[in-house]
Each structure stands twice: as C-alpha cells, then as structure tokens.
Nanobody, 118 residues
C-alpha cells in the first residue's frame, strides 16, 4: 500500500506563491504517476497537474487554468512530489489533494487547504 502526506498549504495574498509537498511512503515502487487535484467549496474535485513515475524521467500535464503559473516536480531521493504555485488567484482557493496511481490503484492524501485572499 501507498501512504501520502501533503503539507505546505496556508493563507496567501493574490499574486503570491506557495509550494505544496506530498511525501509518499509504503509501496512506492508500484507508483507509475502522481498528481495534484483540488476541490473548491461547492465544486467537484478537479485535476491540477500530474507527473509520471517516481523512478524514471516522467512527463507532466497541467490543467489549462494553471499552465504557466504552477509547476509540478519530484525529488526521487525524498519520495516527494511538489507543486510550486505562483501568481496565485482567489479562484485557486481550494483543498489540494495529492494522488498516486499504482497501475489503476488510486491513493489519496488527506488534503491541504490553500486560501488566496487579501
């Protein structure tokens, strides 16, 4: 099994930056992709960004709403995936969840709240 723990959320002003972290443990060698999703109040959970594999060089994918502002990356030595969020907007306010895909077996973290407000 895979366990995921997110961190790095908080309150930030519009235009500011935050970096989220997602530490994976357990059966990490089974993971073929990881991603960040978010869920704003009253809305469905949506994809933010994904990155393939923790072991070999992976490709990334972003939602149109965050392209050019957010960057997903990974540190294989730390079994951690990051989401660097720049130029934050109030509409980025949401609970951000880390996700791991182990060839169809999906694991979710508990989420971390990001609030963008002046």
């Amino acid at each position: 099994q895979v366990q995921l723990v997110e961190s790095g959320g908080g309150l930030v002003q519009p235009g500011g930056s935050l970096r989220l972290s997602c530490a994976a443990s357990g059966s990490i060698f089974s993971i073929n992709a990881m991603g960040w999703y978010r869920q704003a109040p009253g809305k469905e959970r949506e994809l933010v960004a994904t990155i393939t594999t923790l072991i070999i060089s992976g490709s990334t994918n972003y939602a149109d709403s965050v392209k050019g502002r957010f960057t997903i990356s990974r540190d294989n030595a730390k079994n951690t995936v990051y989401l660097q969020m720049n130029s934050l907007k109030p509409e980025d306010t949401a609970v951000y969840y880390c996700n791991a895909d182990s060839y169809g077996i999906i694991t979710w973290g508990k989420g971390t709240l990001v609030t963008v407000s002046s």
